[in-house]
Nanobody
């Protein structure tokens, strides 16, 4: 069992930065692949970024590649999403999730989800 709690969301102007954190409980955290997704009301939950259990491999949606960076600190049971050069279209509720599957771009591969944190980017 893994419990996830996101933090770090907020309101930022276009071009600004935010760093989201996702703190996980559970001694087996380091064995999970972790992902970030985002969702707006009435829309599907979209893949943003993912990282392998060892943090050796990272994956990004094309829309955020070069602007967002995912990282994982197994000692702190925490995964991060550094978001730079934010755009209004990045506005969404951001969720972190844990997976033991390999299809990390699919939300159905994730077993555990956080409650989400709102990110709002003003123009």
């Amino acid at each position: 069992q893994v419990q996830l709690v996101e933090s770090g969301g907020g309101l930022v102007q276009a071009g600004g930065s935010l760093r989201l954190s996702c703190a996980a409980s559970g001694r087996t955290f380091k064995m999970y692949r972790m992902g970030w997704f985002r969702q707006n009301p009435g829309k599907e939950r979209d893949f943003v970024a993912a990282i392998s259990w060892s943090a050796a491999n990272t994956y990004y949606a094309d829309s955020v590649k070069g602007r967002f960076t995912i990282s994982k600190d197994n000692a702190k049971n925490t995964v991060y999403l550094q978001m730079n050069s934010l755009k209004p279209e990045d506005t969404a509720v951001y969720y972190c999730a844990a997976s033991q599957d390999y299809a990390l771009r699919s939300s159905s591969s994730y077993n555990y989800w956080g409650q989400g944190t709102q990110v709002t980017v003003s123009s």
